[in-house]
T-cell receptor, first 115, second 112 residues
Framework: NAGVTQTPKFQVLKTGQSMTLQCAQD?????MSWYRQDPGMGLRLIHY???????DQGEVPNGYNVSRSTTEDFPLRLLSAAPSQTSVYFC??????????????FGPGTRLTVL | KQEVTQIPAALSVPEGENLVLNCSFT??????LQWFRQDPGKGLTSLLL?????REQTSGRLNASLDKSSGRSTLYIAASQPGDSATYLC???????????FGKGTKLSVKP
């Protein structure tokens, strides 16, 4: 199993540009999520999904969109990039949907810089 | 709202020392708690998951404990090695959706 994969590894955007961060998992996990990690702030939840077709907002959802059309993929879209979105983005997945609390696995991250 | 705190933010020890990393949480109604390791510029590696019904979980030189009544978890590392140098994160599961809430981590440095 490849686990949780993320592309790209690095990305530089200009303010106002849009892009999609890709996340895929091959473990047939129902739950997937996106976090951002910033110095001094720790990891904060952006959006999550408890199964295909179901998504919800986390702690810091503004400026980001998600969709979950398949179990395997959970892309994160930046609609109009801002310098405040410069961060490291992590995708994660675990077995089970809502009301389950199994071990969560993380991807290697995408380092995004917005100029 | 669940909050997770890790103290100290940084810790430096000589090789071979046994050490304890601390994690506290505000809402004792957590489900499970997970410890991670993060190397510089890398993703998070899961170390241990403690179920809410357990008090301890062990993997090799690592032992994690969970005390829900006091709102605390500890990660014990035996016979530390320079390769243990990394940031250690704890995260508590809360709520009906099974989201993880993270502490800010303890940066561990093990000196040869």
């Amino acid at each position: 199993n490849a686990g949780v994969t993320q592309t790209p590894k690095f990305q530089v955007l200009k303010t106002g540009q849009s892009m999609t961060l890709q996340c895929a998992q091959d473990m047939n996990h129902e739950y997937m999520s996106w976090y951002r990690q910033d110095p001094g702030m720790g990891l904060r939840l952006i959006h999550y999904s408890v199964g295909a077709g179901i998504t919800d907002q986390g702690e810091v959802p503004n400026g980001y969109n998600v969709s979950r059309s398949t179990t395997e993929d959970f892309p994160l879209r930046l609609l109009s990039a801002a310098p405040s979105q410069t961060s490291v983005y992590f995708c994660a997945s675990r077995q089970g949907g809502s009301n389950t609390y199994n071990e969560q696995f993380f991807g290697p991250g995408t380092r995004l810089t917005v100029l | 709202k669940q909050e997770v705190t890790q103290i100290p933010a940084a810790l430096s020890v000589p090789e071979g020392e046994n050490l304890v990393l601390n994690c506290s949480f505000t809402d004792s109604a957590i489900y499970n708690l997970q410890w991670f390791r993060q190397d510089p510029g890398k993703g998070l590696t899961s170390l241990l998951l403690i179920q809410s019904s357990q008090r301890e979980q062990t993997s090799g030189r690592l032992n994690a404990s969970l005390d829900k009544s006091s709102g605390r978890s500890t990660l014990y590392i035996a016979a530390s090695q320079p390769g243990d140098s990394a940031t250690y994160l704890c995260a508590a599961y809360g709520g009906s959706q099974g989201n993880l809430i993270f502490g800010k981590g303890t940066k561990l440095s093990v000196k040869p």
